[in-house]
């Protein structure tokens, strides 16, 4: 008999405004978690942007010093997209250096000869010596994923840096060394770093 009161009055003995309390107590706690979650997919997303920048930044310098060609990668300020690109010219820039409001990392899909890029190609075949590799697209664009976009580093010009057969960097003018640049998301951010000997560091 006792029992049965004890778990009756135990029934009775909440309110409803303590049962609001605790629902607003394990909606904060949700919040805070789900606001952590978040914050946490963001960083890795930023992580995984940054892996993917840096990745292309020494694919770039390796192609430059394997072929004997320049090549350099532009990335476009204010947006998520950049380019990998050939420089047979030498002049330290891509074919497209526009500032096109619409597409300002606008590519060219033109394929060249590394050991002629006097010479256009659909493959390798179409090369002298017929080696593998020697058919490369002029420009290939790219796309940091999510909601991360590069910020302006120390020009005002969007980023360039071009790799010699050497390792060495240079900037869009030529001149020795590149720009920094900064790549940032609403996490936090990475400045990554080209010295004119082609070294790569972040911050």
């Known amino acids: 008999?006792?029992?049965?009161?004890?778990?009756k009055s135990l029934c009775l003995g909440?309110?409803?405004?303590?049962?609001?309390?605790?629902?607003?107590?394990?909606?904060?706690?949700?919040?805070?978690?789900?606001?952590?979650?978040?914050s946490y997919i963001d960083k890795a997303r930023l992580r995984?942007?940054?892996?993917?920048?840096?990745?292309?930044?020494?694919?770039?310098k390796n192609q430059a010093q394997i072929t004997g060609v320049a090549w350099g990668i532009r990335a476009c300020t204010g947006t998520n997209q950049y380019?990998?690109?050939?420089d047979p010219d030498g002049d330290c820039r891509d074919s497209n250096d526009t500032n096109d409001p619409n597409d300002p990392c606008k590519s060219n899909s033109t394929k060249i000869c590394l050991n002629n890029p006097d010479q256009n190609c659909t493959n390798d075949t179409d090369c002298p010596f017929a080696l593998v590799g020697s058919c490369v697209?002029?420009?290939?664009?790219?796309?940091?994923e999510g909601r991360i976009i590069f910020t302006k580093g120390n020009t005002?010009?969007?980023?360039?840096?071009?790799?010699d057969r050497?390792?060495?960097?240079?900037?869009?003018?030529?001149?020795?060394?590149?720009?920094?640049?900064?790549i940032q998301s609403s996490s936090g951010k990475f400045t990554i770093f080209v010295d004119r000997?082609?070294?790569?560091?972040?911050?």
């Open 1 to 7: 008999m006792d029992r049965k009161v004890g778990l």
């Open 14 to 38: 909440f309110t409803m405004l303590e049962l609001l309390i605790v629902l607003a107590i394990v909606a904060i706690l949700s919040g805070i978690v789900i606001s952590e979650i978040l």
């Open 48 to 60: 995984s942007a940054l892996n993917q920048f840096l990745s292309d930044l020494n694919y770039v």
């Open 83 to 86: 380019k990998v690109f050939v």
């Open 137 to 144: 697209q002029l420009e290939m664009k790219r796309e940091l």
């Open 156 to 163: 005002t010009r969007h980023f360039y840096v071009v790799f």
């Open 166 to 182: 050497k390792g060495f960097a240079f900037n869009h003018l030529c001149g020795v060394g590149a720009n920094n640049i900064t």
């Open 197 to 203: 000997f082609g070294r790569i560091r972040v911050e």
